[in-house]
């Protein structure tokens, strides 16, 4: 016959063990859930990049900024702060890579976001650094997360992208070889010096 001690002792550890699995498994479900959750939010960042008014916004800081920092008026809105979204569609760019510095900052989207956005992050920094730098006249913090954003872009290793791809997907080989080919044969030849 089974003593009362023992039945107690065989149910608490019986509940220790229920406990322990319990506590597992939520840690696996929350993995996933964040996982789940960073995807939908690296989904929604590729959508915002490639939606038409950051398209034209893009655009336009490409190559057309530089012409309106000529203009006093405009850069005296950048300078006293009343440039909007509305009248400088170059703030559009700024607070979305802004947005992103943060984001990746934080750690609530990978790092590996970084080379997709490098280039464009890059291209426009050369044109946005004059209004940064007006801007932190005022605000000495204005606009960080993208700097942090353009130098962790700078520090990425773009060439080692296609690399790292190719290597971790080794039983693909033959099939790299024929892309490879493939662009090698449909190169377009360009009436460069």
Same mark, same amino acid.
């Given at each position: 016959m089974i003593s009362w001690e023992a039945l107690t002792s065989l149910t608490s550890a019986g509940q220790l063990a229920i406990l322990v699995v319990g506590a597992v498994f939520g840690y696996l479900q929350l993995g996933g859930l964040r996982r789940q959750q960073e995807a939908q939010l690296v989904q929604h960042i590729f959508d915002e990049l490639n939606a038409p008014e950051f398209s034209r916004a893009l655009h336009f800081v490409y190559t =057309?900024?530089? !012409? @309106?920092l000529r203009d006093a008026a405009? *850069? /005296? !809105?950048? @300078? =006293? /702060?009343t440039a909007t979204v509305f009248s400088h569609r170059e703030m559009i760019v700024m607070h979305f890579f802004n947005k992103l510095g943060i984001l990746v900052h934080e750690r609530l989207v990978s790092e590996l976001i970084v080379p997709f956005v490098a280039s464009p992050c890059i291209r426009s920094w050369a044109q946005l650094a004059p209004i940064v730098e007006l801007m932190r006249r005022r605000y000495p913090h204005a606009y960080t997360p993208l700097e942090a954003l *353009?130098? @962790?872009s700078r520090a990425a290793d773009l060439a080692s992208v296609r690399g790292r791809y190719v290597s971790e997907t080794p039983h693909l080989r033959s099939q790299w070889e024929v892309t490879s080919r493939e662009l090698v !044969?449909? @190169?377009?030849?360009?009436? =460069?010096d």
């Open positions: =057309d900024l530089s !012409e @309106r405009y *850069v /005296g !809105e950048i @300078r =006293d /702060g *353009v130098t @962790r !044969e449909r @190169r377009i030849c360009l009436f =460069d």
